[in-house]
């Protein structure tokens, strides 16, 4: 049963409500400041009691690098700021490099702020098990009447293992408080396994925190969220004591809001020389939904983004192969685009060197809080993150060439 099947009443009028609200966030961009478009099945099971957040719990949510992961929980959090919708969203990100942090109250826990800081600005022994760390004074601190934020000289999952201690032992109202640690960069071996030690350790320490927190109504839940797909290759050693969870790039209709808020269907029409509507074929075709990539065509324009992010892209990728086997590298692929899953049976060091890129991404064996839409881009286990990598492999293997040109990607894409 859907999730919107399931919830009735005062709970359903309250999610409409929440998302509604969502609806009036602006996004603060350096460039183009738009209005969040619509993600309505992925709030449904955000905020539903039966959905992926499960108190004591760490889920980790993936999904393509710019897919807006970040963007979706900051209107989230200012959507249930602003009614009473028993549910606190706490959100550390990283400030700059990986040993600095800013966390962001939501306006319940404003008041408690000066006793978090003190909390988690005390020395604080190290267990034998290394999970508590010592945590610097925070260098900035600011409350005021419609944002509040600390910043710590302090790792993000430092910082999310002491909320979670403060919300379970001193924490005295019972609320549904969920903890996103925002964009847990795991881009290469040591990152990786840095991020598989955290979770290993920190799912143990949630679930007590929560029994604790229990006792008094309340529920811990923590959300870690990432881009990079290099993750699910720790997915079978963490196991069972993490739940994992996947969003998708925009929908199609949402993805064409956005595209008209931005105008940018008009420019890319005006720098192909095609009609308004072909345009929006072409980034439907090229972006999937994206909204990173959208915003970076709407700075760089359609051709400039395809050389510099996937044509560039691509190149990384080949560029990790030896040499001697580029050639044989790219045949094998061609072999295998007419079945997305098939990708994976390519040859062990391509495939996963499209995983390390961000070319691809594993997508069974998790939930999914998206709809995933019907295209050749994507297949029931494997999926190109941005349809343009797709594309460009097909023009590439169909020319026998890693050298391809933005014209003949575009002409792939609209055949």
Known sequence: MAVEERIKGEDKHMIDEIVSRMHGYVIRDEHIPWRFVDREAEVWNMVDEEGVV??????VLYGPKGCGKSTFFRALSHAV?????GLDILIVERAGDIQRSILHLPKSLRRLARDITDHVSKIIKISPDKTRALISPPTTYRISQNDSWIEFDASPFHIVNEISYYIAY???IDRRIVIVLDDARIDDEESLWRFRGWLENFANIIREDNSVYMDRGGSIAVIALTGDALVEEIRHIVGGKVNWALIWNL???SSEELVSQMGLHHRVAGEL???VETSKEILWRLAGGNPRALRLIWERGLKEWLVDEIIGGIRGFAQDLPEDQRGEALEKISERMDNVDDIAWTDPSIW?????????IYIAAAKKIS???REPWIGREYAFQ????YHILKAMAKKRSWEISPEEVIREAMA
Do not use: F
Not at 81 to 85: E, F, G, L, R, S
Not at 352 to 360: F, T
């Open 170 to 172: 001193w924490y005295e």
């Open 251 to 253: 929908s199609r209709i």
């Open 371 to 373: 709809e995933i839409p």
């Open 352 to 360: 996963k060197s499209m995983v390390k890129h961000n070319i691809i």
């Open 54 to 59: 499960e108190g004591g719990w760490i889920t």
């Open 81 to 85: 700021d602003q009614i009473d919708a």
């Open 386 to 389: 941005i349809p343009a990598y």
């Open 273 to 275: 020389g095609v009609g």
